[in-house]
């Protein structure tokens, strides 16, 4: 089973600043990572599929990078909205995992 | 635009099964183009991925599970379901069913809480 592990475990950030999430992998997943928002009480949101391709709707401040074992999901200039945890999951092989996820908070 | 609805019981006893349906609306489960899959979050946790199913019956599971879950389609209801044999407390969670590409989920239900409680 491929591990994914995330970090920061919680960031605390002010409006307007730049936050990144990393996440790693256990073994190479190639580009097979996919990243997801979760406000609380709601279900999760896909933001980036294919660790850099943005799914439709989703505002431009996000974007993903990575490949291979280390990926990172950037928030450009945050907004209060995007308070919420961020998952990212693999399904380069069975199972499919996630990661146990980022907190992000507004000052 | 597609969305989708489960459904079942909130409390399950423990030795149980439970069960849970998703319909799905606004788009037909019969693309070949997707699958359909379940995912769950404990309480204060995060996701875990239970399984998935093809529109022609074609199944995946979570080892870790595989030897208590079942998941079906049904077409001529646009639905699918998830049954999970012999629940302990370690079962509670939110229940989100969800359509996949076979990688990403890209569409996903509210999702409904189980409490397994006598």
């Known amino acids: 089973e491929i591990v994914l592990t995330q970090s920061p475990d919680f960031q605390s950030v002010t409006p307007k600043e730049k936050v990144t999430i990393t996440c790693r992998a256990s073994?190479?997943?190639?580009?097979?990572l996919h990243w997801y928002q979760q406000k609380p009480d709601q279900s999760p949101k896909l933001l980036i599929k294919?660790?850099?391709q943005s799914f439709s709707g989703v505002p431009s401040r996000f974007s993903g990078s990575g490949s291979g074992t280390d990926f990172t999901l950037t928030i450009n200039s945050l907004e209060a909205e995007d308070a919420a945890t961020y998952y990212c999951?693999?399904?380069?092989?069975?199972?499919?995992?996630f990661g146990p996820g980022t907190k992000v908070d507004i000052k | 635009q597609l969305q989708l609805q489960e459904s079942g019981p909130g409390l399950v006893k423990p030795s149980e099964t439970l069960s849970l349906t998703c319909t799905v609306s606004?788009?037909?489960?019969?693309?070949?183009?997707?699958?359909w899959g379940w995912i769950r979050q404990p309480p204060g946790r995060g996701l875990e991925w239970i399984g998935s199913?093809?529109?022609?019956?074609?199944?995946s599971y979570n080892p870790s599970l595989k030897s208590r879950v079942t998941i079906s389609v049904d077409t001529s209801k646009n639905q699918f379901s998830l049954k999970l044999s012999s629940v302990t407390a370690a079962d509670t969670a939110v229940y989100y069913c969800?359509?996949?590409?076979?990688?990403?989920?890209?569409?996903w239900g509210q999702g409904t809480l189980v409490t397994v409680s006598s």
């Open positions: 606004d788009g037909s489960i019969s693309s070949s183009s997707y699958y």
């Open positions: 294919y660790a850099s």
């Open positions: 073994q190479s997943i190639g580009r097979s």
């Open positions: 199913i093809s529109y022609s019956g074609s199944t």
């Open positions: 999951h693999q399904s380069s092989s069975l199972p499919f995992t």
């Open positions: 969800a359509r996949t590409t076979g990688d990403c989920y890209d569409y």
